[in-house]
Nanobody, 128 residues
Framework: QVQLAESGGGSVQAGGSLRLSCAASGYPYDTSCMGWFRQAPGKEREGVAA????????AYTDSVKGRFTMSQDNAKNTLYLEMNNLAPEDSAMYYC?????????????????????WGQGTQVTVSS
């Protein structure tokens, strides 16, 4: 049974930092594209970052480049999203997702439809 469990969300002031975690289990972890997505009320789900677990290569959407860093701990099958210099527009529910058995290719990692498995999400709220 595939499970993705996010944690680490919370409320911070603008300029603050948070680290999200996603514990993965139940599928071949080391050959999958893992994505972090976010969705604010009334908005579409947006791809934030992705990482291919086979080699750790990452990709980011433009609005978070230089502020967010995605990483993994292979021994723990856990993904992380380090978020620095947070802004109110970063407020959203953040989701971890798995595209099992495939690389993160070009810009397709931003397509939520590619991902077969999703966590329940963790809320991030940034106040000005």
């Amino acid at each position: 049974q595939v499970q993705l469990a996010e944690s680490g969300g919370g409320s911070v002031q603008a300029g603050g930092s948070l680290r999200l975690s996603c514990a993965a289990s139940g599928y071949p972890y080391d050959t999958s594209c893992m994505g972090w997505f976010r969705q604010a009320p009334g908005k579409e789900r947006e791809g934030v970052a992705a990482l291919y677990t086979g080699d750790g290569k990452t990709a980011y959407t433009d609005s978070v480049k230089g502020r967010f860093t995605m990483s993994q701990d292979n021994a723990k099958n856990t993904l992380y999203l380090e978020m620095n210099n947070l802004a109110p527009e970063d407020s959203a529910m953040y989701y971890c997702a798995a595209d099992v058995g495939r690389r993160c290719v070009g810009a397709y990692w931003k397509n939520a439809g590619r991902y077969s498995y999703w966590g329940q999400g963790t809320q991030v709220t940034v106040s000005s």
